[in-house]
């Protein structure tokens, strides 16, 4: 505890008494050493507290420069001085001066505890207004300090010095989502924002939590939470409309393709070459009419968590064999030259949902195909590294603008608006690959081509 905090506990009639003792202790010292000790040293001391304290206002220094004139004044009077002799009246000039300096500073000081008082309670005044849920908790024995009107009405007005996790979400130890390690320490002073489903409740909540400094000097946990029950169970019923519709639209798209098979083949009749013509504008519209309808299907089970990942041990190495074959036709198309290499051994397993990481191959070598121009190269590397398998699709394509890079695996975001694509495809990639315990990031040059690479968990026998 420094000395403000001292002097902020004192009331008026105390300070003026704390004053007189210091001078009854300076003429201690001038009793025993004589009175040109304490003019130099409490000379020195008064207006360096006056400037700690009280700043250099036009006050302070008025205080501070008269005492200063005293104190020369009465050195300049009271020529040799005398060890152990009683305080001259010049001498008591200079004792006078110290405390009334003294005084006005504890004074001040007892004006800037009514301020940060006032202001304090301004501020929980300003809390207790809104309609989200807020208080204030001790780090070290999560007793709840403050909670505002809207927290206290539904959690009960007596839960001031009750333990937050007792009292919030009726646990007998500290919650294992606690955000403490989160706040304090390197991030003191830092917003937290996260989501917690409150099973007390049954409410959902966006929270954000930050170390504050408490009147009493110590570090303490702030947390606002508002509720969002409503606008999730909106989004959820938004996500199953869709995901319904995507559904009932499939049936259909594929009827119309089987139709549109049978009419192309003749099975209906014979066509002119224009009708056949259109007829295959027809069919590959459909096509991507069914494949936009499937990455939604798949986006949804995804969000939803009904996509499961089942890992298993399996070689890498073979399964990038396989796909890149799968896919040569369509390289060899457009005269795509496409290299396989691999980096320390041909054998790479790792620990993974072997059709997913299929799913993320067959995406990222097929956006290569499509975006690199006839004649060029795509080249697929594989590294066996100490912790993680890794893998490199980098193509000489037509590359992505810089400023869509950090857009790129969002959800249903495209670079063009006449892409051809439902902007899917890279969410699922990035969610396969992350919820498979690795992670994916892209480099590209516009105009000289792009750099897809991911990692994945090496398998241990262990």
Avoid at 171 to 183: E, R
């Amino acid at each position: 505890m420094n000395a403000e905090d001292v002097f902020n506990k004192r009331q008026g009639p105390f300070l003026t008494v704390l004053g007189f003792a210091l001078v009854i202790l300076i003429g201690m010292i001038d009793y025993l050493t004589g009175p040109a000790f304490s003019s130099l040293v409490f000379y020195l001391i008064p207006v360096i507290f006056v400037f700690w304290f009280v700043g250099s206002s036009a006050a302070g220094i008025l205080v501070s420069t008269t005492s200063a004139l005293i104190w020369t004044l009465t050195d300049m009077i009271s020529g040799p001085s005398y060890p152990n002799t009683v305080i001259p009246l010049w001498n008591l000039a200079e004792k006078l001066g110290i405390f009334f300096i003294v005084v006005y500073i504890l004074f001040r000081l007892a004006e800037k505890e009514k301020a940060l008082k006032f202001e304090h309670g301004q501020f929980l005044s300003i809390l207790d207004t809104t309609d989200d849920l807020i208080y204030i908790s001790d780090p070290e024995s999560y007793e709840i300090l403050y909670a505002n009107n809207a927290l206290s009405n539904l959690a009960g007005s007596e839960i001031i010095g009750k333990k937050c996790y007792e009292t919030l979400q009726n646990v007998q130890k500290p919650c294992d989502f606690c955000t403490n390690k989160y706040i304090f320490g390197e991030n003191k002073g830092k917003p937290y924002f996260w989501e917690h489903w409150d099973r007390v409740h049954q409410r959902w909540y966006r929270c954000v939590d930050r170390a504050i400094k408490w009147p009493d000097g110590r570090w303490v946990r702030y947390e606002t939470a508002m509720d969002i029950s409503e606008s999730k169970k909106l989004e959820r019923e938004r996500k199953n409309m869709l995901s319904m519709f995507a559904h009932d639209m499939k049936n259909p798209t594929l009827v119309a393709e089987g139709f549109l098979s049978r009419l192309s083949s003749g099975k209906a009749g014979p066509l002119t070459d224009k009708q056949l013509n259109y007829l295959e504008l027809i069919s590959d519209a459909i096509r991507r009419v069914g494949k936009f309808i499937t990455n939604f299907l798949e986006f949804s089970r995804i969000e939803s968590g009904e996509y499961k990942t089942v890992p298993a041990p399996f070689d890498l190495t073979m399964s990038i064999e396989k796909n890149l074959e799968a896919l040569r036709i369509e390289a060899e198309k457009k005269n795509i030259k496409l290299i396989f290499e691999v980096i320390d051994g041909r054998t790479a397993a790792v620990h993974a949902d072997v059709t997913q990481i299929d799913r993320v191959l067959v995406n990222l070598l097929d956006n290569s195909i499509k975006y690199t121009n006839p004649g060029g190269t795509i080249t697929v590397t594989l590294s066996d590294r100490d912790k993680d398998i890794f893998v490199q699709v980098a193509d000489t394509g037509t590359g992505i603008p810089e400023e869509h890079l950090p857009h790129l695996f969002n959800p249903f975001y495209r670079v063009t608006e006449d892409s051809k694509g439902s902007g899917l495809g890279l969410a699922i990639v990035k969610t396969i690959v992350e919820t498979n315990g690795g992670r994916i990031w892209v480099d590209s040059i516009y105009g000289k081509g792009s750099t897809f690479a991911f990692t994945l968990p090496k398998y241990r026998t262990n």
